[in-house]
């Protein structure tokens, strides 16, 4: 493959493992580590282009529309202009901007554009119930449609997205590639210290969300009840939300929070992803979340939802289980009890759970696809 100059273009900073939860830090690092050279564009800056982008369409908190589109506009104009001084200066055969649609909007180019997102915005406003002003959606969707429209490949992580890109914007499907995300963890075990859970003889689950009710909170902790009630010697532990004061019982544990950055608290979460039995994921509203590839590196089944882009991750029977929305705890708690009363179906579980993160779900396998698809779009 003839080497590439890719312009990573985006208006947060990248280079920071906080910016989208770490994912597009990995996204960066993934592509840094193939035969190409990247080309920063839009990052590093003094500002902070996209926060100025939502606060003048009113979508931060506490901050209410007091500008007018038109400056907007001006904004979006001032960054475009900025990076396309860097493209000038620079040099690239093609653009990679993930969650850029806005970045997008305005720049001025004939350097092709790979476009990348989890989801619409159509459908995140539906799965997370946005509510937006209609002119503020309006706004965005406007954004949306045109970045759908330039790019000249579309990067999705599911097949839940492409549906809705293809329905709701028009896409032509022969622009459209499907490539999996990765683990934000770095600690990943080696594939033989994944089988320890095995000998468990409590089933131990694990829940990982800062929204309670999205993710499932309190269907998490019915599962728990349910497991009970059948008999199964089981443990529960939350981490990453507030949970309500009436949710108490022996045998759940619930942890604020645990920063990845701190040493100590980074290998208490892995540690508690390689003691579990089941990650357990009810969420109710998702598009491609991160933790169910974290939660494989591990080796650690998942017992989750059918909704957003989970049917591309999820193989059933393969690296956990998918449920329906709608689901009963009950049902949850039967396919746990089933699984880990076989051990010998269990390890066997266990070890293809690992092997979907070894095979698809790492930033490495993302970075190779999404390699191939850069030099498509480039011509090479």
Known sequence: MTHLKVGFLSSHNYLDRHAFSGTLFSMYRALDRQDLTLVNLGWPSKRIFLQKILRRLGLQKNDPLKVRHENFESEAKRFTALVQKQIQRQGCDVIFAPIASAEMAFLETQVPIVY???ATLKQRSIEYKLNLPQHQ??????LEFEAIARAKRIVYSSDWSVRSAIADYGADPGKLVVVDYGANLEDIPPADA???????PTCKLLFIGKDWQRKGGEIAFQILLALLEKGVDA???MIGCVVPSHIQHPKLTTIAFLNKDIPQERQQLCNLFLGANFFVFPTQADCSPIVTCEANAFGLPIISTDVGGLPSIMRNGQNGFMLSRTAPPSDYADAIAQSFSDKD?????????RAEYDTRLN????????HGTLAEAAGR
Do not use: H, M, P
């Open 116 to 118: 990348s997102s989890d």
């Open 137 to 142: 959606f309006d706004a965005y969707d406007k």
């Open 194 to 200: 994944i089988y320890a859970r095995c000998q468990n």
């Open 235 to 237: 443990e529960l532990c």
């Open 345 to 353: 179906r269990y390890r066997q579980l266990v070890e293809s759970a």
């Open 363 to 370: 930033w490495d396998t993302w970075g190779q696809k999404v």
